[in-house]
């Protein structure tokens, strides 16, 4: 049988991937589709609350034995003792990387941070969502909320760190700032990622997987470019390739 230099060259690992697909479906059937097209060496996996609601921990758990780093994206914002709890139960499920709203205010970032902690060695990593990027100047204000978009995004981001979390969700165009205002060991993870030339889809402001990278971001949430790329394993082995350090 002739050798497939393609195939090779395309299956080639990547050491802690950078690229999370979100996996952004409808149902299990068609996430576990997906994800038979890629292996844990080329990407993470991002569930958010759609999947999460329709199939439960049972998906993570699927995914998690088949050795994929999972970031479970439910955004947790409630009382600091449920956070806490909720926290330690996604831990438990062997997720890679967790999120809750800095919004949430500090008392609740140190009950997240807790709930983390009671994990113990193989905790996840805790990230905060600071301001959504749906959100503008104009939702501010109508909360009452007496400052500008970036420097609010910056408090809350200092919030979240003083608390202990890991690093923060941002929008492509805040990671150069918060990079340089963190420091190198905050975790940015970064959704709105476009390779040059491919759809922008409902995103307004993207940047290229290369554009994030060397803007700071840690880690790439990217999802249609991939997913609903005729070949999959194609799209995300041109991505990785154009992100090698
Ligand atoms: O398909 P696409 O690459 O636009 O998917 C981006 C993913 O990142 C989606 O799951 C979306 O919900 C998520 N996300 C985002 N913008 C944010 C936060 C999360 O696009 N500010």
Redesign the pocket.
Known sequence: MGIDETSIEESVPVLDPRVIV?L?YASKKQALEFVAEVSPEVCKL?I?KELFTRTGPTLIDILVSKGFDVFL?LKYHDIPNTVKRAVYAAGQLGVWMLNVHALGGYSMLLAAREGIDMIGTHRPYLIA?TL???QSQEDLDQLGVDQEVPEFIDRLADLAISAGLDGL?C?AQETATLRHRLGKTAILVT????PAGTAA???QRTMTPEQAVASGSSYL?????I?QHANPAEALSVINKSILD
């Open positions: 979100a952004d991002k958010g994206d969502v959504l990027t749906s969700v929008s959704p709105g990622i476009r889809h409902d995103q949430v990217i999802g249609r470019p997913t």
